[in-house]
């Protein structure tokens, strides 16, 4: 079964910076793509960034490019998002998640991460 658990959420200032992490555990052979969504209240879940785990080839969804960057660490069996430059528009719960050729079907619990003006 897969696990994946979030950290690194929290509170930062227009043009601060987090990073974000997700250990994952419970990957079968058909899982190669890893990513992170974002849902703010009152709206859809977004997909903001996903990588690839065999290339390690990585995308952005348009409020990303630019300012995020995906990468993971598969010693650790981590995969981390670095955020910059954050405007309050990025405020939402993020949540790391599992798929196979970008369709993701297993999500953790998320993280809040909340950017003030």
């Known amino acids: 079964q897969v696990q994946l658990m979030e950290s690194g959420g929290g509170s930062a200032q227009t043009g601060g910076s987090l990073t974000l992490s997700c250990v994952v555990s419970g990957l079968t052979a058909q899982y190669n793509t890893l990513g992170w969504f974002r849902q703010a209240p009152g709206k859809e879940r977004e997909q903001v960034a996903g990588i690839y785990t065999g290339s390690g080839y990585d995308y952005y969804g348009d409020g990303a490019k630019g300012r995020f960057a995906i990468s993971l660490n598969q010693a650790k069996n981590t995969v981390s998002l670095q955020m910059l430059n954050l405007i309050p528009e990025d405020t939402a719960m993020y949540f790391c998640?599992?798929?196979?050729?970008?369709?993701?079907?297993?999500y953790g619990r998320g993280t809040q991460v909340t950017v003030s003006p």
């Open positions: 998640a599992a798929g196979a050729w970008g369709q993701f079907d297993a």
